[in-house]
Structure formats: C-alpha cells, structure tokens
C-alpha cells in the first residue's frame, strides 16, 4: 500500500510521480529507456501505458534463485544445483570497492537523487538529441533493480522474460512507480544490496558473491579495486565485456570505471592509474552444475535426492509448486549417503565391470532400521556421452530408473518368508525333480491360476527330497515351485508388498506361481530395502535419502522420514538368516561371503541370463548388486566382463564378488554384530521346539491355496516360457 501523508494526501515524492507517469507519453521520461523519441523504435503508445493510479501499488519481490548445495552425511559436498547460480550476501560481505565501482559507473548520483533523477533524465535527453541515436540512458539504480526483479520473477520463460524487458513506455511507467515504493520502504543501502545480489555479471553468474567466485575464485567481501572495477562495468553488457572471452575490451571498460571513480573522489587519481596499468588476472572456476558434476560416481544418488523432492508432497502440494522451490534454491541438503561405502561401491563395481563393457551393473546399499540409503553407484558414468547415461539404473522407473530387471532366485526368500509366516516349518521337504510342471491350478488372491507351464533346475544331479535350508543354499527351483503351488500366490504377494518389494514399473506384482522365480522386474533399491527386513528382525523401513534441509535463512525444513512396519515376525527373519547363512558359507554364494562378520545373502540369474544378481546383508547394512544388459537384449553367454570372460553368467561370479568388495569396504572398521538366527539342521528336538512355537508342523502336500486365499474364478496366463519359469528359470 502507497504510504500516504498525514489527511490521506500523496507524498510529494508521489506526486511528482504520478505527474511524471501521467505526462510520459509527451516524452518526459523516454531518456529513461534511452531512446531520442518514441518513434525511434517504432514504440507505440497503443496498449503501453497504464493508468498511473491502475498500477499495483505493491512490488512483488520473489525470492532470488540460489545455489543448492547437497551434501554427504559427513557434510562433504555432492555438488551444487541450481537455475541460477547465486548466492546472497549482505553488504558486510561485499568489498566496499565493489560497492563504491557500481554506483560510480551505473548511478553516479544515486545517494542525491530519488527514484528518479529528474537531472539525469534532463542530461540524456539533451545528449541522445545532440547525436541523433541512444547513447545515454537515465535509469537509477533503483529503476535497473526492479527492472532485475521482473527478469527474475519471469524466470526461464523466454516469452516473460521478453515481456519484463521489453523496451516500451508502459513498462518504463511500472518500473517508475515501483521504483517509488522501494525507495521508500528500503532506503538505498539496502537497494544496493539487493541490486548487487540480483544483477547478472556473465557467464552463468548472478549476483556479486557468485561473480567473485567465477572470476577470481574468492569472496566478494575480498574484492580488490581492480577485480571490483572489472566486475562493476560487466553489468552493462555482460557479453560485450567479458573478460574470459575478450580481455582487451574488459580492460578498457574496467579503466573507463576507475576513472570514474576518481573522478567521484571515490579514490584518488594515483590510486587509478595504478590499477589500470595492471593486466587482468583471473582465476576462473567454471561453472559446476547439477549431478553430473558430482564426484565418486554420487550423480545418480543426487539425481535420487532431487526426484525425492519433486515427487514427495513433504515439499509441495503438486509437483509444479515443488518444482517452483527447487528451481528457487538456496537449500543445504544433508543427505544419508556414507561417503565411504559410497566410495566402496564405485570402487567395486569400477574393478569388476567396465564402462564400455556390453552389460551394466548398479549396486545400493541401505541401513536395516533406518532405511538410509547409505551409498548407490553404477558403472555406466552419469552423463550424455558414449557408454554414459541420464538412467538411474538402482531405482524404480518413477524415481529416473528404467523398467527394471528380473531378480530370478533372489525372489526365493520372500516366498521362503510367506510359506514360513503360514505355518510351514523350514524342516518340509519336497520331492524337488529335475523338471517338472508347474502344479495347476493354484489359489491367486481373488481366483486360481492355470497353466501348462514347466521349469528345471540348474543341474541335473540336483534331485530332492530337499527341505528348506538345503533347497535354499542350492537355489533349487523346483522346490520353490512346490512350495508357492501349496501355499498359494497371494501370501507371496502379500509378503513382498510387506517388504517394500514391488515392480519397477509401477505395476501390480501379477499373481503367477513363477513369481517365486523372480521373473517380475525389480530395481536394485527395492531388493536392497526389502532383504533389509531381514537383519532389522522383520521390521521394514522405506529408504530414504534426505536427513535435512535447511532454507536459505538456516531454518530447518520438513523432511520426509522412513516408515517401518512388521513385515513378518521375528521369528521369520531369524530363521531366514539361517537359510541365508547357508548359502554364503556353504552354497551358491560362497564367493560372496564376508571375512570376519556375519552376512548372509542370495544369488540370483534370471531366464536367458539377461540379469545377474546377489542381495545380502549384514546386521548394519544390506546391499544389492545387479549386473545385465538395461535393454535386456545381451544375454550373458560367451561374455567378457570386466576383462573376464565367462561362458555363462551366474549370480555368484560377477554379482557376488562385487557386493562382497563393496561391502566390505562400506563396513570397514563399523562394528560387526551376529545375525540373530535359530538352530534347523537337528531334525529331532530343535524342529519340534519350531513346530510348538508355531503350533503346527507340515502342511499338507497337495493343499493348495494353503493360507487362508480366496477361492474364485480364475484367470489363465498364456505360455511365455523365458518369462513364466520355462527353460532355465531362475537360479
């Protein structure tokens, strides 16, 4: 709101104003967007020019774009992100050379003057008559900043951003009449200020603190009289004098700006011609922006956080406003990640698989309990070149991820989980053949399944009876498909959506026995997550990436937080613990097995091989490696990974060896707790003690839907061997 005098009258200020808005168009203010005549331009008058009372009488200000800086859970930079790259300091912070240079050389008169220089005006208007074109403009300071705050409100809209600096009467009118307010409300030491922030000082630098630091890497507060003088004649036409680009043209302006300073007293005359006699010494940082700046291979854990933010409402209603308040910036983001597994992650997959290698891998590790993700890498680099990527290929498609990859036998203790969770003791056998045909039908949640479908194990010699353990350690499929077909599919669906463990593509986990094969495409992240209920005795947390955000003001911002649930009883986890135990010590994970602490985990390769998997865990980290092709077209026969060959791909040769070196090498010298687990190799006593906790023992073969499923009208699933368990299914 106008202030106003004393009965309600305009200030003096503000009629002269409104006279001078009011009489624009007979020409009083055109040396104000240096022009000799409206003419000139070809500037019409049509459309331009408010009514001076119609303006708004309030400016505005959004708040200036600046610098994000994502940090480590240490505090280590990740890198900075930004629209613009800005910081705002106040005018303690900014030499006061620069301070006295820019007033000298844009406003001479702008401590004597109000928001308008009637003299100025006076002055260019006889000076653009006397050469017939635009030499000299009568823009105050205050006039340019408000000018700067269109601009900045128009933000990267190149139609806005036209409109805010467009050369016409009507816009010079509002400018003047905000020009008004903010002389009043501010005063002219906090004009400067603003203007220094907001003002753009070339090559991808707003603002004077952002400028010093691009041009002499230093703080603005440390300016000299020659770096400031440099500086302060840029604004005028950034691109013109440049001085990366054309240091003899940023010379002679930079000595124009001395010079006007010594006229102005602002220094003396030796003072001057001392710096203007010194060559232009820069020390230029270039611009850093975005994740792909980010260092140990952290860009796509950056990229993470930024999904993160546009996509949870913690930040914004819509997706637009969080946009708004990213783009906007001058955030401190502390995120979860550990810079040494972080670090140990790249370092691993680095060393087993190369770049320009014909497949891919991708690892994430998180904390059981918290749900932090403690470090997530890959081997393709972030970036747009050969053998580079924009694919976060850990994560769901929604969060930057592709569709995701068949997890095969990793699948297995999710089901192991479920049939335990129902009342089937790890002591059941089953005749576990070589081949054989999927049992038909079986109980979905709403329905029965039906099909013809078949599947094998590995190898020939590995014929039952199996129980749980044993089947478990040598990724006997069969057994897994015996045992889904008697429970039911939906207590497995049921299970891994308890477990965070969901398709990539956002999809419905389809309701087929094979799901017990993993043939449903994860991401690296949400097995990591999901496996991690297994050492947080039960307890899933969903991963989280943001620890806190702190505004450009230091005030702490609403972040969103893990969320844990029972998954399944404690009981459950510990005795999946025991079946993983096993397969790292003694079964098709040995090669993935940890020195000196306890780990357990499962191997995993899909059908055809297009992916190869190990999932494991400690106490105090759970981790998932992927290794395939992103476009599941490669299949891994007669390949060479990371200057190894192999005539065929299997979880445990590739997957394994890198979740054992990036593990081991997150959990240097952390504590190295037991995994809580229960005795199931004593046939005797010990499976009774389990079948009494439960209060049941076997189910019965041939049962199936066992669980409590629904009976119903069924649904037939078509015949897609590579997909549905046929062939090699997944070990």
């Known amino acids: 709101m106008a202030k106003k005098r004393d009965g309600g009258g305009l200030t003096r200020t503000q009629q002269a104003a409104k006279f001078l808005g009011v009489s624009v168009l007979a020409g009083a203010v055109l040396a104000g967007i240096a022009l000799p005549a409206a003419g000139a331009l070809g500037l019409a008058a049509k459309g331009s020019v408010e009514g001076f009372d119609d303006i708004p009488a309030n400016l505005k200000t959004p708040p ?94 190149p139609d806005k951003v036209a409109q805010a600096t467009q050369q016409t009467i009507g816009r010079k009118v509002k400018e003047l009449k905000y020009a008004i307010q903010v002389e009043e409300e501010l005063g002219k030491r906090k004009i400067l200020q603003n203007y220094l922030n907001i003002t753009f000082f070339g090559q991808q630098s707003y603002g004077i603190e952002a400028a010093a630091q691009r041009y002499f890497s230093k703080h603005a507060k440390d300016l000299s009289l020659e770096e400031s003088a440099l500086l302060a004649g840029i604004v005028q036409s950034p691109s013109r004098y440049d001085p990366v680009n054309d240091p003899k043209e940023a010379t002679r302006r930079r000595n124009t700006v001395l010079q006007r300073m010594a006229d102005l007293k602002n220094i003396t005359q030796a003072q001057a011609d001392e710096a203007a006699k010194k060559p232009i010494r820069l020390a230029v940082s270039r611009p850093k922006n975005g994740c792909i700046t980010a260092t140990a291979g952290a860009g796509f854990f950056c990229d993470y956080v930024r999904e993160t933010f546009l996509n949870d409402k913690t930040f914004g209603k819509t997706r637009k406003v969080r946009s708004q308040r990213w783009n906007q910036g001058g955030m401190t983001i502390r995120t979860t990640l550990d810079p040494q597994a972080q670090k140990s992650i790249q370092t691993s997959i680095s060393d087993h698989v190369y770049e320009d290698d014909p497949v891919a891998s991708a690892a994430s590790i998180v904390e059981p309990g918290t749900g932090k993700i403690l470090g997530m890498g890959q081997s393709r680099p972030y970036g747009f070149g050969d053998n580079q990527t924009q694919i976060n290929l850990s994560v769901d498609q929604s969060m930057g991820g592709g569709a995701g990859y068949q997890p095969g036998s ?75 077909s008697d429970m039911g599919v939906c207590p497995a669906v049921k299970m891994a959506q308890n477990m965070g463990i969901e398709r990539a593509d956002g999809k419905k986990l389809q309701e087929v026995p094979s799901m017990t094969l993993g043939v449903q495409e994860m991401s690296p992240l949400t097995m990591a997550a999901g496996y991690a209920s ?20 230091g005030r702490a911002m609403n972040v969103p937080k893990s969320s844990c649930h029972e998954a399944m009883s404690e009981r459950t986890a510990k005795t999946i613990n025991t079946l993983l135990k096993g397969v790292v010590e003694d079964g098709t994970g040995k090669e993935a097995g940890l020195k000196g602490r306890d780990s357990a985990g499962k191997t995993g390769t899909s059908d055809s091989r297009y992916a190869a998997w190990f999932v494991g865990y400690t106490p105090n980290a759970a981790g998932a490696v992927w290794v395939g092709d992103p476009q599941h077209k490669r299949k891994m026969f007669d390949i060479s990974i990371g200057g190894s060959y192999h005539d065929k791909v299997y979880g445990a040769d590739t997957p394994g060896p890198i979740w054992r070196d990036a593990m081991s090498g997150a959990l240097s010298d952390k504590p190295a707790p037991s995994l809580p687990t229960v005795p199931i190799d004593d046939p005797g006593k010990d499976k009774k003690a389990d079948d009494d906790e439960k209060g049941h023992g076997k189910p019965k073969p041939g049962k199936r839907g066992h669980g409590g499923n629904k009976p119903g009208g069924g649904w037939h699933l078509p015949h897609f061997p590579d997909i549905l368990g046929g062939g090699n299914g997944g070990w």
């Open 64 to 157: 200036l774009s600046q610098r994000t800086r994502i940090l480590d859970d240490k505090g280590g930079e990740i890198a900075k992100v930004y629209s613009r790259d800005r910081t705002v300091v106040g005018l303690k912070d900014m030499s006061p050379y620069i301070q006295k240079a820019i007033v000298a050389i844009e406003d001479a008169r702008f401590y004597d003057h109000g928001a308008v220089d009637l003299k100025g005006i006076l002055r260019a208007v006889n000076k653009n008559a006397q050469s017939g074109g635009v030499s000299q403009g009568a823009s105050t300071l205050t006039q340019q900043y408000v000018k700067n705050v269109f601009v900045e409100e128009a933000g990267d809209d």
């Open 410 to 484: 990793t699948f297995k203790p999710v089901v192991a989980a479920a049939a335990l969770e129902q009342g089937t003791s790890p002591y059941q056998e089953y005749s576990a053949p070589y081949r054989m045909a999927y049992p038909s039908p079986v109980q979905t949640c709403d329905g029965e399944w039906q099909g013809r479908e078949s599947t094998q194990n590995e190898n020939k010699e590995e014929v039952g009876p199996y129980a749980m353990k044993e089947a478990t350690a040598k990724s006997v499929n069969t057994y897994f498909v015996q045992l889904i």
């Open 534 to 553: 297994f050492a947080n005795g039960g307890r899933y947390c969903t991963p989280v990436a943001i620890a806190s955000i702190t505004d450009p003001q």
